[in-house]
């Protein structure tokens, strides 16, 4: 782009999806190593604002160490006569876009969660300021969303300061989530969609409802209206909801339509308020995964920011790799934790009555949105960190998945015949839309499977142990 020529690298489009691996970088800000990091917009009066001011609290690029992770924080304040602060969020989901136009210089997630890296190669050309990076925000900020008629950037290495910033931006992400808070999707005839992320998950389209965040927890019902109004052919648009499909899943014959046309017909039905079937597409930028745990019957929940395995012995970025992408993986299902406060969490499924794990970290701050009665049944790492351990916890505090393990041995153990010696033709035993199963470390999906048995033999686990015991001997 011509209005870059004084900018080391280029600028545009085609550097969107471009991954910079650790032997490429030269150096990181946030990720998963560091914990203080953030991005923030604020509205401003215009006296506030020194339009085109940039600066830098801290080390600059060309002052850090090669191959080192920074504590990282980024201030965008704007001001216009039509800027509201109801468009601070989608002034700062902005922020990931923008970046990514860069040359070498990459940018993932969102707000707390931020992970950028710059190549060794950009580096190398020039690319050694943040004044530089300021200044593409500033120009595209500018020119792509016309009313906002001054900014200055403030970009922050100074650990310190991040570090005292980052409670300040926590607040503030807090105070905001909450005030989108109340309005119910039936409440509304229009939807949102947002494809930020289709750069790096080119099918994957985020449908906003006043009940369902985007996955990455940045953006509300509200302020999907605020970006849809204020830039109509930007990456988040309005979706017709059209007619109610199945309210208990949330199909919307709508949303089919616009999650089949953005995703140029690969994703042609989206159920909101499930993890089977036909769930949301998942990105990359979620927040967190909710993962089906097949042994149990429920769901585990784990964050970004986990830094153990969960407790079905996969780390985070192994669960989060099975649905990335702009995938629809069966019992795999990237959210925000927004949506886990939502009363149409995983509501096809049960809700929190499913759920049987997520980090203790995580539980406390959705804890108000639990329902008391099932608060103290829902495991965290203090609790379990193996299967094994979860089960003990779940049966010692009759987690209502419980229940439905009665009911399942019941109804297998009836579907046994007496064993009278003659020949027993095959019965089905199981049947089901989608069953997950668990082999080998990898998750085999069947679909529409029916399994047939001439007998099916119950034992429990003490007398497997113990024929495990007599033939060792």
Excluded at 25 to 31: D, I, R
Excluded at 75 to 81: C, D, K, S, T
Excluded at 327 to 353: N, T
Excluded at 387 to 414: G, Q, S, Y
Aim: with cysteine; glycine share 8%.
């Amino acid at each position: 782009m011509s209005m870059f020529k004084d900018i080391p690298v280029d600028v545009g489009v085609i550097y969107e999806g471009e991954r910079i691996r650790r032997n490429d970088m030269y150096v990181e800000f946030g990720g998963p190593d560091i914990k203080e990091k953030f991005e923030l917009a604020r509205v401003k009066k215009p006296e506030e604002i020194e339009d085109g001011k940039i600066t830098i609290v801290g080390p600059d690029l060309k002052d850090m160490q090669e191959g080192k992770s920074y504590s990282f924080g980024i201030l965008i304040e704007v001001a216009g006569p039509q800027l509201e602060p109801e468009l601070e969020g989608v002034i700062e989901r902005r922020i990931h876009a923008y970046c990514n136009f860069i040359e070498g210089f990459m940018h993932l997630n969102q707000r707390y969660d931020i992970w950028m890296r710059l190549s060794k190669k950009s580096f190398q050309k020039g690319l050694n300021s943040f004044e530089y990076i300021g200044k593409v925000l500033h120009r595209l900020f500018k020119s792509e969303l016309p009313i906002i008629e001054k900014m200055q950037v403030t970009f922050f290495t100074d650990q310190e300061k991040v570090k005292s910033l980052y409670d300040e931006a926590l607040r503030i992400y807090d105070a905001r989530d909450a005030r989108a808070r109340g309005l119910k999707d039936e409440e509304v005839d229009k939807f949102y969609g947002c494809a930020l992320c289709q750069s790096f998950a080119p099918t994957h389209v985020c449908v906003i409802t006043p009940q369902r965040y985007s996955n990455c927890g940045a953006i509300s019902w509200f302020d999907g209206r605020a970006a849809a109004s204020i830039d109509p052919k930007g990456p988040v648009f309005t979706i017709e909801k059209g007619e109610m499909l199945d309210a208990e899943k949330g199909e919307f014959s709508g949303v089919n339509e616009a999650v089949k046309k953005k995703s140029l017909s690969e994703i042609t039905r989206v159920w909101l308020y499930t993890g089977f079937g036909y769930p949301h597409t998942s990105c990359g930028c979620f927040e967190g995964v909710a993962f089906y745990i097949p042994e149990v019957d429920g769901f585990g929940i784990v964050h970004r920011g986990y830094k153990e395995v969960s407790v079905n012995g996969l780390a985070f970025s192994t669960i989060a790799d099975s649905t990335a992408g702009g995938r629809q993986v069966d019992g795999f299902h990237g959210i925000s934790i927004e949506y886990m406060r939502s009363p149409k969490f995983l509501q096809a499924d049960g809700g929190w009555k499913r759920v049987v794990w997520l980090p203790k970290e995580v539980k406390e701050r959705v804890k108000d949105f639990i329902p008391a009665e099932l608060v103290d049944k829902v495991a965290t790492e203090e609790d379990a960190k193996t299967v094994d351990e979860l089960k003990a916890f779940l049966k010692e505090h009759n987690h209502p998945v419980v229940e439905h393990w009665k009911e399942e041995a019941i109804a297998v153990a009836e579907a046994v015949p007496a064993e009278t010696g003659e020949e027993v033709p095959t019965m089905p035993v199981v049947t089901a839309a989608t069953l997950p199963l668990t082999a080998g470390g990898f998750k085999i999906i069947l679909k529409d499977a029916k399994i047939y048995a001439k007998k099916v033999i119950i034992r429990s686990e003490k007398s497997e142990k113990k024929g495990e015991s007599v033939g060792k001997k």
